[in-house]
């Protein structure tokens, strides 16, 4: 039962988002010219669609951005299996590109409506999904009031709740749960996030594991690999991937203090390429030599830093060495996924800010796979240490992988925990060509 302020505080969002939709375009335009949204698909943000409506059973999901597709692609491949089309949409360019180079033709991508009404009932009057499925932590409350007005379950997968968030919703616990409550089913990460899920007003909560565990290791294409191989011959290197800023400059840190003593080539992946520019410009002002993955520059017995500024290619990075400091957890907050990089073989470096991926990093931390550095000193001295014991490094990576394999699963669980909702679907879809032919 939603209470009255919970009830007028959500009416309230509404209408204001009513209010605010014409300042909608002018703040697109202003994003589009930042590189924040793809100036040709703008009308796909407020609910315009640009692909046709396949006949069938269509269920839609929604990945905000790159982590959360990759955690999803085991996941749709299962429904296509079963003659269900997927509607896949995210909010941002790199994930818009992600899905472009690996799932072009597998499944329909359309970036996210607003979630202002306009543009909510617009998509959904076309799109018409059967389910509405979001992947770990998204809660539009627009979106999910018309998901429930028109009786589409929506569920959400891969669930997670960090401490931030659920402190911030603890807060406004009728609010949340009146949101919380209109979830058909939340299939968790972990039990900690399962019991914050019940606790803010959701029923039923399961548990299923990371999805991202059951993911497969991101590929590369083998013939650029052994060429860059090739150029490194036997230096020594590391990768920074997934870096906010400040971490760049913390990897550069590392690369000066260590560069004289093990013939050091770093390899800096920023979780946003379109920052490359300003980065190679500090780079270069520091007296270091750049190879960039775009100009495809090769990398000389003289390069200090190959600067990983593409999309989709982390499993190229990632098989160009063995120990991997994972960023947006020194100086950002949360941090990223050690998943991919304990998969293609490397040791784990990251910052302690790691909340959004506490069970795993615990996981990899307890078992052997990770270390957690405080700041740049005690990363140069993780970094040197890996570099220089071969023993110490392959006991790291071996630990990855046993851990990892005690971590599959979730992928299993989660489609066991969706099939009261897909089995209809499966039926539908298998019945309805059989039925046409019939006419």
């Not at 700041?375 to 110490?392: G, I, P, Q, Y």
Request: glycine share 8%; with cysteine.
């Amino acid at each position: 039962m939603i209470d009255g302020f919970a009830s007028m505080a959500i009416t309230g969002y509404s209408w204001a988002g009513i209010a605010a939709y014409p300042l909608a375009g002018p703040l697109l335009a202003f994003r589009a010219a930042k590189g924040k949204e793809d100036r040709a698909r703008r009308l796909e943000r407020f609910g315009y669609p640009s692909a046709d409506r396949p006949h069938g059973p269509l269920v839609w999901i929604h990945a905000a951005s790159v982590g959360e597709t990759l955690a999803v692609v085991g996941l749709m491949r299962e429904l296509r299996r079963r003659d269900i089309s997927v509607l896949l949409t995210t909010g941002t360019v790199t994930s818009a590109e992600l899905v472009r180079l690996r799932l072009d033709g597998e499944i329909i991508h359309q970036y996210v409506p607003l979630d202002l009404r306009p543009a909510v009932r617009r998509f959904l009057d076309y799109w018409g999904p059967d389910i509405a499925i979001s992947v770990e932590s998204e809660i539009w409350p627009t979106t999910l009031g018309e998901l429930d007005r028109r009786h589409i379950p929506q569920i959400l997968v891969n669930a997670r709740m960090s401490d931030r968030s659920f402190e911030r919703w603890h807060r406004h616990n009728s609010i949340a749960e009146a949101l919380f409550s209109r979830l058909s089913l939340v299939i968790a990460q972990s039990d900690v996030d399962a019991e914050r899920f019940r606790d803010l007003g959701a029923w039923p909560v399961a548990v299923s594991g990371n999805l991202k565990v059951d993911g497969d290791a991101p590929p590369c294409d083998m013939a650029v690999l052994a060429r860059y191989r090739e150029q490194i011959g036997h230096r020594k290197t590391w990768a920074a991937i997934s870096t906010f800023e400040g971490e760049e400059k913390i990897a550069v840190m590392v690369h000066r203090a260590l560069k004289a003593h093990v013939g050091l080539l770093t390899i800096v992946v920023p979780r946003h390429p379109e920052r490359c520019d300003e980065l190679e410009a500090m780079m270069v002002e520091k007296g270091l030599k750049v190879a960039r993955r775009t100009r495809d520059d090769a990398i000389t017995p003289d390069t200090d830093v190959f600067l990983g500024d593409t999309i989709g290619e982390m499993g190229l990075y990632l098989r160009l060495t063995e120990i991997a400091f994972v960023g947006r957890s020194i100086t950002g907050q949360g941090g990223q996924n050690p998943l991919e990089p304990a998969m293609l073989g490397c040791a784990v470096l990251s910052g302690p800010n790691v909340e959004n991926f506490r069970d795993s990093y615990q996981r990899l931390v307890r078992n052997g796979n990770a270390r957690i550095v405080r700041d740049a000193e005690m990363l140069a001295k993780a970094v040197h240490f890996l570099s220089v014991n071969d023993l110490a490094r392959h006991k790291m990576i071996d630990a990855g992988t046993e851990t990892l394999q005690e971590m599959r699963g979730a992928l299993v669980a989660t489609i066991k925990g969706l099939e009261p909702y897909i089995n209809p679907l499966t039926v539908k879809a298998r019945l309805e060509p059989r039925a046409a032919r019939q006419r």
